[in-house]
């Protein structure tokens, strides 16, 4: 199966709470932080509701 390598990009000060709790679920805490999540539709959505806080590369 595929994997997401995602990183935070932008700092979440100031961003909406929906956006804030989106970036927590998906396991970041910190700027330039990395994880890797499975490449499944619930990842992709969160994923999208975020795009100009994180940065994603297909692993």
């Not at 998906?26 to 994923?47: F, H, K, N, S, Y």
Request: proline share 7%.
């Amino acid at each position: 199966m595929a994997e997401l390598r995602i990183t935070l990009k932008k700092s979440t000060i100031g961003v909406k709470p929906k956006q804030r709790a989106t970036v927590r679920a998906l396991g970041l805490r910190r700027i330039r932080q990395t994880v890797v999540q499975p490449d499944r539709p619930e990842i992709r959505g969160m994923v999208a509701r975020v795009p100009h806080l994180v940065e994603v590369e297909e692993v």
